[in-house]
């Protein structure tokens, strides 16, 4: 396991996600401020573009500077805010969602276990009296 | 803005990423022990399943449980790993990204500072005695 690959793979997707979420953020301001720069952002921004966070971004400077240096500057201040809380979080969410997974999975295992009992007692009272088709 | 939503976007984003490199893991074991298994999990592990980090482990659990359990096992290690390097990746990385792209604007608006110079300067010696086709 290439653990050293995995965090720079994992960091190059959080920066494209917080990039993402800067665009959502500032696109929010502008539909207050100036909606007609709204509609041209939201236009330019789609999922293809927002793909990779840095190749939108120089696609943005060359057509509209300003905008895009707000979003480098949000999506800054977006990384510095939360970034000190997302180990915990994704450590404690997984170690939850794993417990809760086998919690389930056991349960699951349970009930089949029961639902062969009920198979297993009914094979036994079989052949009944009144059945229209005994087994053999 | 907000940033507890954020955060916890982010941290959903997070894990359902960390489950595709857990099994991508798995599968890098399996093709080198149980070449059928990963061939069968390669199958079940398409891009639309995987969008969905929980999702997919309640769909496996339900047809391969060891593998499931298996990946969640992997998951949980990479997020320990990792976990605590990422802030300071994901922070320097948006920071150098935002140093360069400014830099690289700048250097634009000068060449183009540059190039309005070079118009401006022709302009002034127009129309000049040789020009083929003088304006106006």
Known sequence: MDLKRIAKDTSTVLI????????????????????????????????????????????????????????????????????????EMVVTGIQQANMEHRR???ERMTQLGDAEDVVEAELIQEPSADSDAPLD
Chains 1, 2 share one sequence.
Not at 38 to 65: I, M, P, R, V
């Open 16 to 87: 494209s996600y917080l990039t993402f979420q800067a665009v959502k953020t500032v696109l929010n301001q502008l539909r207050e401020t100036d909606p007609p720069r709204a509609y041209w952002l939201n236009a330019f921004s789609t999922k293809e573009t927002l793909q990779d966070g840095d190749a939108y971004l120089t696609a943005l400077l060359a057509e509209q500077g300003d905008l895009a240096i707000r979003i480098m500057t949000v999506r800054q201040h977006i990384a510095e805010e939360i970034s000190e809380f997302l180990p």
């Open 104 to 106: 389930q999975h056991l």
